[in-house]
């Protein structure tokens, strides 16, 4: 996006917090990564509820 000198314009955005899957983690938890219990960043496939298919969930495993 662009916007001129001395120019202002709206810009207007909205927010997805969704849980599509319904896994427990929001989408954008997933996408943007979360931290676990021990500090360490994760991120997934906001689209699995299994990404690895070891049969636990995301949420499982970040609890």
Same mark, same amino acid.
């Given at each position: 996006?662009?916007?001129?000198? &001395?120019? @202002?314009?709206?810009?207007?955005?909205?927010?997805? /917090?969704?849980?599509?899957?319904?896994?427990? !983690?929001? =989408?954008? &938890?997933? @996408?943007?990564?979360?931290?676990?219990?021990?500090? /360490?960043?994760?991120?997934?496939?906001?689209? !699995?509820? =299994?990404? &690895?298919?070891?049969?636990?969930?995301?949420?499982?495993?970040?609890?």
């Amino acid at each position: 996006m662009t916007i001129e000198t &001395d120019r @202002t314009t709206t810009l207007t955005a909205t927010l997805n /917090n969704d849980d599509l899957e319904e896994d427990g !983690l929001l =989408d954008d &938890d997933e @996408t943007n990564g979360f931290l676990d219990g021990f500090g /360490n960043r994760h991120t997934s496939d906001p689209d !699995l509820i =299994d990404t &690895d298919v070891d049969g636990h969930s995301r949420l499982q495993r970040a609890l």
